[in-house]
């Protein structure tokens, strides 16, 4: 199951970049790009913030692609595996390290031709997870079949296109699917990303 996800998120991105050759790049501001970078992620919502929840580091990696709509509206999908999770202030220094393929679908607007802002919904599809956790000198760690298999959220953040193709961005996660399945808590993926990417 996950590998036929992957499988389509995959073959999803490559069609939306063929489809992407017909737009006359000339114009374009970005492009067929890579982009990766860290990860400050935490659990979120009602239910979380009785616990001791801190942010975890992680990154992300991937691939993305403009399909402009205008000379400053970009539609811009990608394909990106992405490190979550948190970690908690307790005796055993617990942490969740959930392992996902985010697939946005993100609006990008140039304010100018550094400058622009972007939001979209989000999937992301869970390919592992595991608790870690440090006792009496020594570390331990189990996978867990307790998280979500699907989670759906949204995206938004603020980005600057750099001479020769480089850009940086930040942006924040805002999980709409609650982590744990078969449960009640309000208790969601949440977390900021900070990237940088190149576009050919």
């Known amino acids: 199951m996950k590998k036929s996800i992957l499988l389509?998120?995959?073959?999803?991105f490559f069609a939306l970049e063929i489809n992407a050759q017909n737009y006359d790049r000339n114009d374009a501001i970005g492009g067929f790009g890579i982009r990766?970078?860290?990860?400050?992620?935490n659990f979120g919502g009602s239910d979380a913030s009785n616990n001791d929840y801190d942010n975890r580091v992680g990154f992300h990696g991937g691939l993305y692609t403009?399909?402009?709509?205008?000379?400053?509206i970009a539609l811009e999908p990608g394909v990106y595996y992405s490190i979550k999770g948190t970690q908690n202030d307790d005796f055993a220094n617990s942490r969740a390290i959930l392992?996902?393929?985010?697939?946005?679908?993100?609006?990008?607007l140039y304010v100018t031709d550094g400058l622009n802002i972007f939001g979209g919904p989000q999937a992301s599809f869970l390919t592992g997870s595991k608790f870690e956790g440090d006792f009496?000198?020594?570390?331990?760690?189990?996978?867990?079949?307790?998280?979500?298999?699907?989670?759906?959220?949204?995206?938004?953040?603020?980005g600057?296109?750099?001479?020769?193709?480089?850009?940086?961005?930040?942006?924040?996660?805002?999980?709409?699917?609650?982590?744990?399945?078969?449960?009640d808590a309000a208790i969601y993926n949440r977390g900021f990303k900070l990237s940088l990417g190149y576009s050919f």
């Open 66 to 72: 403009n399909i402009f709509l205008g000379s400053r």
């Open 160 to 183: 600057y296109n750099l001479p020769k193709g480089l850009n940086i961005q930040g942006s924040y996660d805002y999980g709409t699917s609650p982590v744990f399945k078969d449960s």
């Open 99 to 108: 392992n996902y393929v985010d697939v946005p679908l993100l609006l990008r």
């Open 8 to 12: 389509f998120a995959v073959f999803a």
């Open 36 to 41: 990766g970078g860290a990860n400050f992620f």
């Open 136 to 158: 009496f000198g020594s570390s331990f760690s189990y996978e867990t079949d307790a998280i979500t298999k699907t989670d759906l959220g949204f995206v938004v953040g603020v």
